[in-house]
Structures are given as C-alpha cells and as structure tokens.
C-alpha cells in the first residue's frame, strides 16, 4: 500500500499515515470486495439454513468491518461527520441476533458509493449518467434483497416459501408500486411492502432525474465522490486563478509519478468550475473545487490553505483585467498565503517581471514570467534549432526524461560532482543539471565541487527516477 503504518511514530502521524492507508485505492477495492461477498454469503446462508462454515464465514466479515470502521472513526478529524457518513455501515454491523443479520444488505449502499469514487478516476465518460445509473443499480439491489429478506422472515406466506420467490416479490412490487402476487398478513410484511412501493417510486424518480442535465448536476453533489471533506486534506496543492494554462498544471500535478492521494483544491471566482478542466487526466475523487475571491482570508482558509503543501497562483483569466491589475492580485494572494502559512511552498505566474521583486519579498520560491519564457524558447529555437522538441520532453513528466529534484542522501555525501556525474549516468542513466546548497543553485557545477548530504540536486532522468 501507498501509506504504511509504523507503530513507532507519533499519535499524529499514525493517524494521517492509517488514514491514508484506508483511503487508499486498493484497500477501497479490497472493502467494496467484502461488502459483496458478505451480501452473497448471507444470500447463501438463507438459501442453505443451518450451514454452520456460512454463519461463522459472515461473522469473521463483520468482525472485519467492525475493526474497518473503528479505524476510520479513529482517524476521523470530526467525529460528528464519521457518524453521519458511516450510520448506515455502522447499522449493518451492529446486530448479532440472526433475524436481524439482513442489515447486512445496508452496506450495498457503501459499495455503491465505492464505485462511484473508483470509477470517477476513468474520466468524463463515467460522470453524469453513468455514475447515477450506477448509483441506481445499488439502491435497487439493495431493496430487493433487504426486502426479500425481511419477508421471508417475517411473512413467508405472502413472499412464498422459497427465497427466489421472496425476491421474485420484492422485485415486482417494487417495480409494480403494489403487492404483486398474495398480500402481506403481518405488521412487518406489510411495513416492508409499503418500504419497497415507496422505494420503487423514489428510484423511478431518480431514474427519470438522470435524464435531466438539470437534475444530473443536483445529484453529482450528492455521491459523496470525495472521501475526505475540505478541512480534513493535508500536504494538498491549492491552485488560485484560471487561464489556458490551467488544464496543462492540473494534468502535470496529477501525472505519472505524482502520489496516487495528491489532493489539488482549485479556486476561481466562476460560480462553476471551469469547463476546460482536463477531466481525463486528473483524479476527479482528488480534485476540489471552491468558488470565491482568492485574495480572501476566509475563502483560502475554506480551501485549507493552512494545512497545504503547496499553492500555485496562476494570472487569472476568469474576468476581464488589466495586466497590471492581474498582477496585483497575484501579489495581494501571495501574502495572504504566506501570512496564513509560512511553511508553504508557493509558485507563481506574472505578467511583468517587474513585479517580481514584490513576490520575493513575501517569500514565493518561484515566479513564472510566462511571456517571458515564450520569447526565450522562441528565440533559442531560432539560434539552437531542435531545442524546442527537447523542450517538450524535460519540461513534461508525462513521457521520456524529465527534471527531479532530489536530496543527497547520506551515501552519495561527500563525493565530488565529477564521481556523483559517474554515479547517476552509470546507475539510474541520469544527467546532473544543477547543485543547490547554501550559496544558492549552481548549474553545471565545477567537477571539483565537493556535495553535501542534505543538498539539493536537479537531476534529469526518466519518469521512474529514485535516488
């Protein structure tokens, strides 16, 4: 798994590193996996009664879930919220006296979600209508099997004496919004009858909802696509503003080599996020979005700009200002975010590199003058022909060789950069590009130069580089 847990860490990073470890992809596959199997088992266990290997098989998975969802009670920053997310899991998990064993069936509604999340990472073909007819498929099973459980306990004469009769039942009275075949003689058949007719109408409801791109926009609120609310990301990336260049920093941040829990929260002042935002390669379960101004302390703290990594600010395009304008507000953002965390690592784009100075001076790290950059490339390509296709490349993680920033580690600390050139070339195929230390970043250092564990090393090197 992506987060490993060490019990020799402190409280706080136990509890971040578990909680990365539980929303991670594979052990969400592995939970969604065992919620099916349970339905199944219990399935079985009313098709086989009295088969002692299926009951001990269906307790050892709730003991599972019992040990899941105290773990993530744990890890949850808010208890209040772990509680209204996980009251259905928690449900489900809870009885032991056999009749009431079919609360297992709740959790379907867990699995549900599951899917959404998962498949939301495969792009815009599974938003919109497919993760609603998805959504649908849950609930529905879910109420047929609960109610035909429910009724072959409680009122076997009116589902029938088999359980594939009882489903039969549930199924078609659902669909029918009446009883379809005998009807229920007892309080709990009859209760459950009217469950599944107001269920059959509320998922006709939203089936005819989905058709709607009204409605379909209403309900992806809904889906809980997200794992994690807004206060509750750390070491994520904020992005201020929009323009063209938007599209291309979301798909480098989320690109290969990127951390598979990298949280990215955008902020434009576009009540709706922006239609360019490159959905098929980005991790829409990662993704936020927060609609305000930016420059504001209350709207930056929203995106939980205090517990960021790092924030990028990028020359909004979203409404019509000057160029001088629009660089006043980068410089407005950039010292509100430093003021609310030093600690952070900022970068940001200009117009003008005379404003420059400003953004040094309240600590952004980089500045991107991007009409600058341009004409560079542009008349190097005319100097240095075939720079612009190398370009290309390093620039971009996505495919070939790209620049690392990497720490000397203890073995490589005291070598000078001719035997550390040796080193990378011979073991990893990597070129040395720069060394930083505490004279500031030195680009093609003297071989001679003598490197420290702790110094900072750019390195190209292809996508799967470590050092």
């Given at each position: 798994m992506s987060a490993k847990f060490d019990i020799r860490r402190t409280p706080g990073t136990r509890r971040r590193a578990l909680a990365r470890f539980l929303h991670d992809p594979r052990?969400?596959?592995?939970?969604l996996a065992l919620i099916v199997l349970s339905v199944v088992l219990l399935v079985w266990e009313q098709l086989?009664?009295?088969?002692?290997?299926?009951?001990?098989a269906g307790h050892v998975l709730t003991g599972v879930f019992v040990v899941e969802l105290s773990l993530r009670f744990w890890v949850a920053r808010k208890k209040q919220r772990f509680f209204r997310r996980y009251w259905l899991d928690i449900l489900a998990v809870m009885p032991l006296i056999r009749p009431l064993r079919v609360l297992r069936v709740l959790r379907l509604f867990r699995a549900g979600v599951l899917?959404?999340?998962r498949?939301?990472?495969?792009?815009?073909?599974?938003?919109?209508?497919?993760?609603?007819?998805?959504?649908?498929?849950?609930?529905?099973?879910?109420?047929?099997?609960?109610g035909a459980l429910v009724l072959q306990l409680a009122d076997p004469a009116a589902a029938g004496q088999s359980f594939e009769s009882a489903i039969w039942f549930s199924m078609l009275s659902l669909v029918a919004g009446e009883?379809?075949?005998?009807?229920?003689?007892?309080?709990?058949?009859?209760?459950?009858t009217l469950f599944l007719m107001l269920g059959g109408l509320t998922v006709f409801?939203?089936?005819v909802a989905t058709v709607s791109a009204a409605m379909v926009s209403r309900l992806s609120t809904r889906l809980e696509v997200h794992e994690l609310d807004l206060d509750e990301l750390e070491n994520h990336i904020v992005v201020c503003g929009w323009n063209r260049s938007g599209p291309t920093v979301l798909a480098e941040l989320?690109?290969?080599?990127?951390?598979?829990?990298?949280?990215?929260?955008?902020?434009?002042?576009?009540a709706e996020r922006p239609p360019d935002v490159p959905m098929d390669r980005v991790r829409p379960e990662y993704l936020y979005y927060v609609s305000g101004d930016y420059t504001r302390v209350e709207v930056l703290e929203e995106a939980g700009i205090v517990n960021a990594r790092a924030a990028v600010l990028l020359s909004d395009e979203t409404h019509e200002r000057s160029d001088q304008d629009t660089d006043a507000r980068t410089v407005l953002a950039a010292l509100t975010v430093e003021r609310l965390n030093s600690d952070i690592f900022t970068c940001a784009e200009l117009t003008n590199r005379q404003n420059e100075s400003m953004l040094k001076s309240a600590g952004v790290e980089e500045i991107v003058v991007g009409e600058w950059y341009a004409?560079?490339?542009?008349?190097?390509?005319?100097?240095?022909?075939?720079?612009?296709?190398?370009?290309?490349e390093i620039l971009s993680i996505e495919h070939g060789n790209a620049f690392h920033t990497v720490e000397v580690p203890e073995s490589l600390g005291g070598k000078t950069v001719a035997e550390l050139h040796g080193y990378l070339l011979r073991e990893h195929q990597a070129i040395l590009i720069s060394h930083g230390g505490e004279g500031g970043v030195e680009v093609n250092p003297p071989s001679d130069r003598i490197i420290r564990t702790g110094e900072q090393l750019v390195v190209l090197a292809r996508q799967e580089f470590r050092l």
């Amino acid at each position: 798994m992506s987060a490993k847990f060490d019990i020799r860490r402190t409280p706080g990073t136990r509890r971040r590193a578990l909680a990365r470890f539980l929303h991670d992809p594979r052990v969400e596959i592995a939970v969604l996996a065992l919620i099916v199997l349970s339905v199944v088992l219990l399935v079985w266990e009313q098709l086989s009664p009295g088969n002692r290997a299926i009951e001990v098989a269906g307790h050892v998975l709730t003991g599972v879930f019992v040990v899941e969802l105290s773990l993530r009670f744990w890890v949850a920053r808010k208890k209040q919220r772990f509680f209204r997310r996980y009251w259905l899991d928690i449900l489900a998990v809870m009885p032991l006296i056999r009749p009431l064993r079919v609360l297992r069936v709740l959790r379907l509604f867990r699995a549900g979600v599951l899917v959404n999340r998962r498949g939301g990472r495969y792009g815009e073909l599974f938003q919109g209508e497919i993760r609603q007819l998805t959504t649908l498929a849950s609930i529905t099973g879910t109420l047929v099997l609960f109610g035909a459980l429910v009724l072959q306990l409680a009122d076997p004469a009116a589902a029938g004496q088999s359980f594939e009769s009882a489903i039969w039942f549930s199924m078609l009275s659902l669909v029918a919004g009446e009883p379809v075949g005998a009807t229920p003689t007892t309080l709990v058949g009859r209760l459950t009858t009217l469950f599944l007719m107001l269920g059959g109408l509320t998922v006709f409801g939203m089936f005819v909802a989905t058709v709607s791109a009204a409605m379909v926009s209403r309900l992806s609120t809904r889906l809980e696509v997200h794992e994690l609310d807004l206060d509750e990301l750390e070491n994520h990336i904020v992005v201020c503003g929009w323009n063209r260049s938007g599209p291309t920093v979301l798909a480098e941040l989320f690109g290969p080599g990127s951390s598979p829990d990298l949280a990215v929260v955008l902020i434009t002042e576009s009540a709706e996020r922006p239609p360019d935002v490159p959905m098929d390669r980005v991790r829409p379960e990662y993704l936020y979005y927060v609609s305000g101004d930016y420059t504001r302390v209350e709207v930056l703290e929203e995106a939980g700009i205090v517990n960021a990594r790092a924030a990028v600010l990028l020359s909004d395009e979203t409404h019509e200002r000057s160029d001088q304008d629009t660089d006043a507000r980068t410089v407005l953002a950039a010292l509100t975010v430093e003021r609310l965390n030093s600690d952070i690592f900022t970068c940001a784009e200009l117009t003008n590199r005379q404003n420059e100075s400003m953004l040094k001076s309240a600590g952004v790290e980089e500045i991107v003058v991007g009409e600058w950059y341009a004409g560079v490339i542009l008349g190097s390509s005319v100097r240095t022909r075939g720079i612009v296709g190398v370009m290309d490349e390093i620039l971009s993680i996505e495919h070939g060789n790209a620049f690392h920033t990497v720490e000397v580690p203890e073995s490589l600390g005291g070598k000078t950069v001719a035997e550390l050139h040796g080193y990378l070339l011979r073991e990893h195929q990597a070129i040395l590009i720069s060394h930083g230390g505490e004279g500031g970043v030195e680009v093609n250092p003297p071989s001679d130069r003598i490197i420290r564990t702790g110094e900072q090393l750019v390195v190209l090197a292809r996508q799967e580089f470590r050092l």
